[in-house]
């Protein structure tokens, strides 16, 4: 087998992953993707029974990787330390890790209340960048020039355009971790460890689901979508399987659009109606 086969660019064997909200949508479909690679990958969010079920089906799927599902609350301080003290009783070492736990909240811009921030923010922005840095010492004894640990952030395709769409704080918030994720990679790229982050777009998932749940509704989501369609669970995992795996290891500061071309999409062609 060579260095530039398949089997050797995407291959996670060995790897300790951690995947924040790892049991549903865009987490579950990582999860999925990194377990298939070889990876143990460790699923933790606020329903602990939805972890260890998902964990349980990804291992009955006779992967090369393994699952582990528990309890863990990125939405508090408290609930961080004991997210880590957990972690830190499963591994010493951490190769990967994904903040995926996240929070939205929609009203119209008229009526949109105040304390839809704070909760917003705390999940989507101040928690993933404190679990972050709880974990460096675990992160940073599995960094090698060779073969660096990673980070990968969830942020949304929101954060880079200006789509409100009534989810101002979230939109708000993914725009924020992308930015911090570009400063985690300037700051930790000394230590061998990369920083990059996902910007989805629609995705099958319980905070789309009032837009995806349905199929009819699904499809007319994605005809909005440049290419067509919405999200499918191959395009997060093979993301996640390039960022993790030796073949992304040079790679860091980076946002990945999985979002379909939404992410340059622009207004009307100004200079159209001159050639009419």
């Not at 704080?169 to 982050?197: D, G, P, Q, V």
Request: hydrophobic share 45%.
């Amino acid at each position: 087998m060579t260095k530039l086969s398949p089997q050797t660019l995407f291959s996670l064997q060995g790897k300790t992953a951690l995947v924040t909200g790892g049991a549903t949508g865009i987490g579950r479909m990582a999860a999925e993707g990194l377990v298939q690679a070889g990876a143990r990958v460790l699923i933790a969010s606020r329903k602990a029974d939805a972890c260890r079920a998902v964990a349980d089906e990804l291992n009955a799927m006779g992967a090369e990787g393994r699952a582990e599902g528990f309890g863990g609350d990125v939405g508090s301080a408290e609930g961080l330390t004991a997210l880590v003290d957990e972690v830190k009783t499963r591994t010493d070492s951490l190769d990967i890790l994904m903040n995926n736990a996240g929070l939205t909240w929609g009203a119209p811009l008229d009526d949109f209340p105040y304390e839809a921030w704070k909760d917003v923010m705390a999940v989507n922005v101040a928690g993933p960048f404190e679990l972050t840095r709880q974990l460096l010492p675990l992160l940073r004894a599995s960094a090698r020039a060779e073969d660096p640990a990673r980070i990968v952030n969830v942020g949304s395709v929101m954060g880079e355009i200006p789509m409100g769409d009534g989810a101002y704080s979230y939109a708000a918030s993914k725009s924020a971790i992308i930015h911090m994720t570009r400063i985690l990679a300037k700051e930790l790229a000394r230590e061998h460890i990369t920083a990059n982050a996902l910007a989805p777009g629609p995705f099958v998932s319980r905070m789309t689901a009032f837009a995806t749940a349905d199929p009819a509704t699904r499809d007319k989501v994605g005809q909005s979508v440049p290419l067509g369609r919405v999200g499918r669970d191959e395009d997060i995992a093979a993301a996640m399987q390039f960022l993790c795996g030796p073949g992304g290891g040079y790679v860091t500061g980076t946002i990945i659009p999985v979002s379909g071309g939404i992410n340059v999409m622009s207004g009307q062609n100004i200079f159209a109606a001159a050639f009419e």
